[in-house]
């Protein structure tokens, strides 16, 4: 769903119900869904049917006198580009579209953001002219046609590097800001070269060291000197938009970064110790076609049928086995059956179309139980929910599949006898009844589908 950022409207939401677009009543009735759900007050309108989107953007578009453009016809010239940082645009929501003599224009989300504007204004030293465009065209535009230049966003890796080594950029006599982003960067390359998808940085005597994690094996890749310390920890938090003045309570972030002209996802967790804050990025690749994982037509013709009738979907494996991966895939193929699909999730990996992605924020409260809680006064067909662990959801995934929902999601077991041992307990007996078909994920060339009858048996 394609939404606009909550701070233009904030301001002129009133104007709505002046021009008798919305009734005060219905404002309200939006504003507390948005407050629930953490989302502004523009999707919650659109979410609700009470608005389209095209009504919502002309009322901007007559409000603020600012003309606005359907990105969806239209390509960006990439030699502006250049003018925002692709982690800018990222941020603000802001892609540059072209620029006649000393004035820009560039498409925003919320072009009443004023920090934004000037925040462009100084990178760029020209003229800043928005126009109006909807938040998901413009993040769909970044990622489909930007080009960034020596920023941790861009990685370009050689097919033919074998024995590439970060410290090497550690060590090169520099300093500022500008070294410690190409430390950064170098550090994410070298986790590409060796298919690394976890990687942490810890706090010890000697500064921060970096680990690398590969099938359960803690590799030890060097260390960033204390003097380094403060500033590499500020810049990765500003790069992932965590605030780098907090450092006694956990944060949870989303780094973006390309490689070859793929835009890679990592989720970004801080958190305190008494040696200082330990670092961890998991890194998730985009989305791959689902036949290109489940090669066999029989196996994935059994996971798509599961899609289509209410049920629990379980998709099982060790961790860092790719269990996200096959959902978000599972997921982008489920769009083609016109549902209503939605996610709850740490972190959204990544932007899939006709999919309303929901991103917990512990921050103002909005934790999986209160999802749980809200979540099906939204009428989802199909609900992923990530990573269920406790009693109290499973029994809520029960609730779900009762009231004739697709449920999809993930548990994590080493092998097929751990995920016997495991959903033997007599608290998972009325889950297990449920799952109508499970996927097990051996490695990434062994994969199972099983259907339900199959299923039962194997587990009883």
């Given at each position: 769903?394609e939404?606009?950022?909550?701070k233009?409207?904030?301001?002129?939401?009133?104007?709505?119900?002046?021009?008798?677009?919305v009734?005060?009543?219905?404002?309200?009735?939006?504003?507390?869904?948005?407050?629930v759900q953490?989302?502004?007050?523009?999707?919650?309108l659109?979410?609700?049917?009470?608005l389209?989107?095209?009504?919502?953007l002309k009322f901007?578009?007559?409000k603020?006198?600012?003309?606005?453009?359907?990105?969806?016809d239209?390509n960006?010239?990439?030699?502006?580009?250049?003018y925002?940082?692709?982690?800018?645009?990222?941020r603000y929501r802001?892609?540059?579209?072209?620029?006649?003599?000393?004035?820009?224009?560039?498409?925003?989300?919320?072009?009443?953001?004023?920090f934004?504007?000037?925040?462009?204004?100084?990178?760029?030293e020209?003229?800043?002219e928005?126009v109006?465009?909807?938040?998901q065209?413009?993040?769909?535009?970044?990622?489909?046609?930007?080009?960034?230049?020596?920023?941790?966003?861009?990685i370009?890796?050689?097919?033919?590097?074998?024995?590439?080594?970060?410290?090497?950029?550690l060590?090169?006599?520099?300093?500022?800001?500008?070294?410690?982003?190409?430390?950064?960067?170098?550090?994410l390359?070298?986790a590409?070269?060796?298919?690394?998808?976890?990687?942490?940085?810890?706090?010890v005597?000697?500064?921060?060291?970096?680990?690398?994690?590969?099938?359960?094996?803690?590799?030890?890749?060097?260390?960033?000197?204390?003097?380094?310390?403060?500033?590499?920890?500020s810049k990765?938090?500003?790069?992932s938009?965590?605030?780098?003045?907090?450092?006694?309570?956990?944060?949870?972030?989303?780094l973006?970064?390309?490689?070859?002209?793929?835009i890679?996802?990592a989720?970004?967790s801080?958190?305190?110790?008494?040696?200082g804050?330990?670092?961890?990025?998991?890194?998730?690749?985009?989305?791959a076609?689902?036949d290109?994982?489940?090669?066999?037509?029989?196996?994935?013709?059994?996971?798509?049928?599961?899609?289509?009738?209410?049920?629990?979907?379980?998709?099982?494996g060790?961790?860092?086995?790719?269990?996200?991966?096959?959902?978000?895939?599972?997921?982008?193929e489920?769009?083609e059956?016109?549902?209503?699909?939605?996610?709850?999730?740490?972190?959204?990996?990544?932007?899939?179309k006709?999919?309303?992605?929901?991103?917990?924020?512990?921050n103002?409260?909005?934790?999986?139980?209160?999802?749980?809680?809200?979540?099906e006064?939204?009428?989802?067909?199909?609900?992923?929910?990530?990573?269920?662990?406790?009693?109290e959801?499973?029994?809520f995934?029960?609730?779900?599949?009762?009231?004739d929902?697709?449920?999809?999601?993930?548990?994590m077991?080493?092998?097929?006898?751990?995920?016997?041992?495991?959903?033997?307990?007599d608290?998972?007996?009325t889950?297990?009844?449920?799952?109508?078909?499970?996927?097990?994920i051996?490695?990434?060339?062994?994969?199972?589908?099983?259907?339900?009858?199959?299923?039962q048996k194997y587990?009883?």
């Open positions: 769903m939404t606009i950022n909550n233009t409207l904030e301001k002129l939401k009133y104007e709505l119900v002046r021009d008798g677009i009734s005060y009543e219905t404002l309200e009735k939006a504003e507390e869904l948005a407050n953490n989302i502004n007050i523009g999707q919650a659109i979410n609700s049917g009470i389209n989107e095209e009504t919502l901007l578009e007559s603020l006198h600012i003309p606005y453009v359907n990105l969806e239209y960006p010239d990439p030699k502006c580009f250049n925002v940082a692709f982690a800018d645009a990222r802001i892609i540059p579209l072209f620029k006649i003599e000393e004035v820009l224009t560039v498409a925003m989300a919320d072009p009443l953001d004023l934004a504007i000037d925040k462009i204004i100084e990178t760029a020209c003229s800043i928005p109006i465009a909807s938040e065209s413009i993040v769909r535009k970044i990622d489909e046609y930007y080009k960034v230049a020596d920023t941790v966003d861009n370009t890796i050689a097919s033919n590097i074998q024995d590439f080594d970060w410290t090497e950029e060590h090169k006599e520099d300093s500022g800001e500008e070294h410690i982003q190409r430390v950064i960067r170098a550090i390359k070298q590409i070269i060796e298919d690394i998808h976890e990687l942490n940085f810890e706090q005597e000697e500064g921060l060291k970096v680990i690398f994690k590969q099938n359960g094996e803690i590799l030890d890749k060097g260390v960033i000197p204390s003097i380094l310390n403060a500033s590499f920890v990765l938090k500003v790069l938009n965590l605030d780098p003045t907090v450092c006694e309570i956990p944060q949870l972030g989303k973006c970064f390309k490689v070859e002209n793929t890679l996802i989720s970004i801080s958190f305190p110790t008494i040696m804050e330990r670092i961890s990025l998991k890194i998730y690749k985009p989305p076609v689902l290109k994982i489940i090669s066999d037509e029989k196996q994935r013709s059994i996971l798509l049928n599961a899609v289509e009738k209410p049920g629990i979907i379980l998709v099982c060790s961790p860092l086995s790719g269990k996200t991966h096959i959902i978000y895939s599972l997921l982008m489920t769009t059956i016109k549902k209503n699909i939605m996610t709850i999730e740490s972190i959204a990996k990544y932007d899939l006709h999919v309303n992605q929901c991103e917990l924020n512990e103002i409260g909005f934790n999986m139980d209160k999802a749980l809680r809200f979540v006064f939204q009428s989802p067909d199909i609900v992923y929910l990530e990573g269920i662990k406790t009693r959801a499973f029994e995934l029960s609730e779900l599949y009762y009231n929902k697709t449920v999809i999601t993930e548990f077991a080493n092998n097929m006898t751990d995920l016997r041992q495991k959903l033997a307990f608290d998972f007996q889950f297990k009844s449920l799952v109508s078909c499970l996927v097990f051996h490695s990434r060339e062994s994969i199972e589908v099983f259907d339900k009858t199959t299923l587990l009883a």
